[in-house]
C-alpha cells in the first residue's frame, strides 16, 4: 500500500464545499482585526494618588507595606483576571509598595474569589487560620459575596462569609482593578479609625 503524502492529504482537504469554507474562515481570521475591549483610559495621576494614599494609610496602620494573598475558592476566573491586572505595567501596584505573595504566612489581606466550592472549604479555612493577625478578608465580585450565579448549586457552600468572617464585600462581576484599589483603601482607612 502506497503512503500518501502531506501535500495530498493538503490537497484533497482543500477541494470541494468544505475545503471552501476553511479557505473562507482562514482568510475572514487572517484579514480581520482582533476582537479586543479599548484600554482603560489612562489616569495616572488619579492612579498614582489612589495607590500612593493606599500605600500611606498601610504603613500608617502596619509599619510597612500591604502584603496581599489571592484565593480562589472556586470562581470563573473574571476576578482573578482583574485582579492580575494590578500587576500589569499599566497599574503596576509594586511601585506604590503593594505586593502580592506567595503564602498566607506572608500576607495581611486575603483576597477571596467565587462561591466556596465543597473541594475548597477546607482549604480556604486552612489559608485563613494560617494568615497572622492582624488580618482582613477581602470577598471579590459578586460570587464570593453571596454565591452569584452558583448560588443554590449542591457543590458550593455558599460565599465567603459562610467560611471564614469577612471585612469587605467587593461587588462586581468582576470589580474593575481601580474598585479593587478603591476597596482596599477603604478597608485600611476603617481600621485606622
Not at 38 to 43: F, I, N, V
Request: net charge negative.
Amino acid at each position: 500500500m502506497a503512503e500518501t503524502s502531506p501535500a495530498m492529504t493538503m490537497e484533497s482537504m482543500c477541494h470541494g464545499r468544505q475545503g471552501a469554507e476553511m479557505r473562507r474562515t482562514l482568510l475572514e481570521g487572517m484579514l480581520s482585526r482582533p476582537l479586543t475591549e479599548a484600554p482603560p483610559a489612562a489616569d495616572d495621576a488619579a492612579l498614582a494618588e489612589l495607590a500612593g494614599k493606599l500605600d500611606a494609610v498601610a504603613r500608617r496602620r502596619l509599619g510597612r507595606s500591604l502584603s496581599i494573598r489571592e484565593v480562589d475558592a472556586g470562581s470563573c476566573n473574571g476576578c482573578e483576571l482583574e485582579i492580575h491586572a494590578l500587576n500589569n505595567a499599566f497599574y503596576d501596584l509594586e511601585r506604590f509598595g503593594l505586593r502580592f505573595v506567595a503564602s498566607p504566612r506572608h500576607a495581611d489581606v486575603l483576597m477571596v474569589t467565587g462561591p466556596v466550592t465543597r473541594n475548597m472549604r477546607e482549604a480556604l479555612e486552612r489559608t485563613y487560620n494560617a494568615t497572622p493577625d492582624p488580618k482582613w478578608v477581602v470577598a471579590v465580585g459578586d460570587c464570593a459575596a453571596d454565591g452569584g450565579v452558583f448560588a443554590g448549586s449542591y457543590a458550593i457552600v455558599g460565599g465567603v462569609k459562610n467560611v471564614i468572617p469577612v471585612d469587605l464585600h467587593i461587588r462586581g462581576c468582576p470589580p474593575r482593578p481601580v474598585q479593587l484599589l478603591q476597596g482596599l483603601l477603604a478597608l485600611l482607612e476603617r481600621q485606622s479609625e
